[in-house]
Every structure is written in C-alpha cells, then in structure tokens.
C-alpha cells in the first residue's frame, strides 16, 4: 500500500540517477573502465586464428570480464535500490521502454548502463522492504516545472531548470525526478488513496485542481451507469 514519503528517481547517463529529495548519484567510473578493458580484450580476440589454443584462452579471459561487469553492475544497482528504500517509502519510476531507447543514438551507452535492470531491481527491493513502487508516465517529465506544471522547454545540454513562469531554479534532473514524484502521488490520488495527501501532497501545487478533476470524472462514471 501506498504510505509515508514518495520519491521520485530520473535516470540518465550524465547522472546514473536524482532524486525528488536532491540526491544526485553520478555514474560509476569502475564500470568505465572495466567496460573499455573489455573493448581491449575483444579486439585481441579478433586478431586471433580462430581454433587456435590463444583463441580459446582469449576467449575464456572476455568471458570471464563480461561476467564481471554484470555482477558488478548488478551490485551497484542492489546498493542504490536499497539507498532509494532507506529514504522513503514510496518509488516512483518512469514507465520507459530502455530497450527502444538503446536502439536510437544512445544506444550502447543505455545498454551499459542497464536502466532495465536498474528497475526491474528496486522494483523487486522495494517489494522485499515492504515500500510501495509504481512506474508514471514518462511523456515531457525534464520538459515540465515541478512547483507549477508549466512547459519549460530545453534541450540536453541544459543542466539547470529555470522556471520562467515561477522562478523555482533547481538541477534538471532533480526537478525530472520531482515531476516524476508529483506524477506519482497524482496516480496514486486518482486510484483513490487519499491517505498520502497527510504525507506529502498537501503543499503541492495544483492538487487541489487535479482532485476535484478525478471528482468530476468518478461523478460522470456513476451517472452514465445508473442510466443503464
Ligand atoms: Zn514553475
């Protein structure tokens, strides 16, 4: 069940992930390195005889790397699934395809990173902590104000969110992750807990809007089925 305080995580490739609260964890460098050891090894690889004993030993020695990196990858993420747990108590996600990402520019890069994984990992975290987990819609959450809900257009190589309508400034992925929060909490509302709103929701911007929106809608529902 949703409860207590939410969190809203933006992951990227400039920072491995930002929070709604501000917390911001680069990238790891050790899986940089020990990607681009495996790069090394790969291209030793190809320069070998097929069916040679060199060939064979090559290709145990990129095994073992590529095992590796996954488990330490993998760790990485357990440790920054359980920082997110140790924090709040709910986490909210986007619900993006990493997979079609990986197939555009970015490709080797997301894959790398393994955003997925990340997911699906702090998905699973959070379940065995007993947190609350969703994923929110993902369309414009680092195009969007998170104190007032307007459009703040920018391209990637804008780190700052500026706020043109309400002045609120802050990191451009700390403010993804605050929209990505608001969103939460806002699914969370229209499915009908109104428990968080003691929690978090009452300061938000917008709030009040949104819930007499979901009123209407619900009324609207109930009408059409007495008719029947
Ligand atoms: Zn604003």
Redesign the pocket.
């Known amino acids: 069940m949703p409860h207590g305080h939410p969190i809203g995580v933006d992951v990227g490739l400039e920072k491995f992930l930002a929070t709604s609260d501000g917390v911001l964890v680069k990238s790891p460098k050790f899986l940089k390195v020990m990607q681009s050891k495996l790069k090394l090894l790969q291209r030793r690889l190809s320069r070998k005889n097929k069916r040679s004993k060199n060939y064979k030993k090559q290709r145990i020695k990129v095994a073992r790397l590529h095992h590796a990196i996954d488990n330490t990858r993998k760790d990485f993420h357990f440790k920054q699934a359980h920082a997110l747990c140790d924090s709040g108590d709910m986490i909210f996600m986007e619900d993006l395809d990493y997979r079609t990402l990986a197939k555009g520019m970015l490709g080797q890069a997301m894959l790398d990173a393994g955003f997925g994984q990340f997911r699906t990992i702090t998905k699973y975290v959070c379940w065995k902590r007993g947190k609350f987990f969703s994923e929110v819609n993902s369309r414009g959450t680092s195009q969007e104000?998170p104190?007032?809900?307007?459009e703040?257009k920018k391209d990637l190589s804008v780190r700052v969110h500026h706020?043109h309508?309400?002045?609120?400034t802050t990191d451009r992925d700390v403010a993804s992750g605050q929209v990505i929060r608001n969103r939460g909490i806002e699914l969370q509302r229209t499915a009908g807990y109104v428990g968080i709103q003691n929690a978090y929701a009452d300061g938000l911007p917008g709030i009040e809007m949104s819930q007499s929106r979901s009123k209407s809608k619900t009324r609207k529902g109930t009408t059409r089925k007495s008719k029947k």
Do not use: D, F, I, P
Not at 147 to 150: L, R, Y
Not at 165 to 168: E, G, L, Q, R
């Open positions: 104000c104190e007032c809900g307007v703040v706020c309508s309400c002045n609120y």
